[in-house]
């Protein structure tokens, strides 16, 4: 019998429980980006951390992770320590470390979900079927050939003289090959936008996220009817200003359901 390949994802996000609130994984080079691996990646590792530890309380509801510095290729540790749990929250205090370094921290917060009164401000923006679009083929990362996206706008394409500078992007987006969408995806996938000064300026300038947070909206209901369809993102900009930038950026299911919604803020230099 042949043993099911396990999807990048998977691999990349693997952990093993070494020791109480300690899980120890290992950097490849799968979803590697300028600097170390793609940020999103690194905070899905950090997430699934608290997922699997036996003390886990409900569901993501929130997660900030600050990029400390860049995870090198190798193995590195994780320290996931419940701080409080209370009878239906839980909050959590994940570090990364490599050679006894602190490269990544984070905090989040989980909590088991009731049944309230519920309504959905946001309203995702109209856009074609994905069947429409082509998918943007992108080699110079890593990490680029492990999703589909489908721009409606916003695209950086340096190489385009005719390229319009947008602060805002749109797309369809998924993960190649497609896999059902879960917390751990759905933390990797908010971050597939790139700094917004790229689209903005339509040509390479060095940037990188610095501090994230994603809200999250899903249910594991939510989650389940999502599947492995495409989700449709958006992202936009506040301001720029002496060497830093924000972002928020908002997903939504191929229903119209708001999944997540993240804000970040990025370097860049001249």
Known sequence: MTTPTLHALDQAIRLTMTAPNRFSGHCDETYLNMVGPFGGMTAATLLNAALMHPDRLGDPVSLTVNFAGPVGLGDFEIEATPLRTNRSTQHWLLLLRQNDEVMTSATAFFGTRRETWSEQAAEPPAAPAVSE???KERHERAWFRHYDMRF?????QPDDANATPSHDSLLWVRDEPP???????????GDIFAPRIFSRRQRFTPAGTVSMTHYFHATQEDLQRAGSDFL???AGVSRYHHNYADQIAHLWASDGTLLL??????????
């Not at 409606?152 to 950086?156: M, P, Q, Y």
């Not at 896999?179 to 996938?189: G, I, Y």
């Not at 919604?261 to 001249?270: C, R």
């Open 133 to 135: 679009l082509p998918r």
């Open 152 to 156: 409606v706008s916003g695209a950086f």
């Open 179 to 189: 896999r059902p969408l879960d917390f751990a995806a759905l933390t990797a996938v």
């Open 232 to 234: 449709l993102g958006q």
């Open 261 to 270: 919604t993240s804000t970040q803020v990025a370097y860049f230099k001249e």
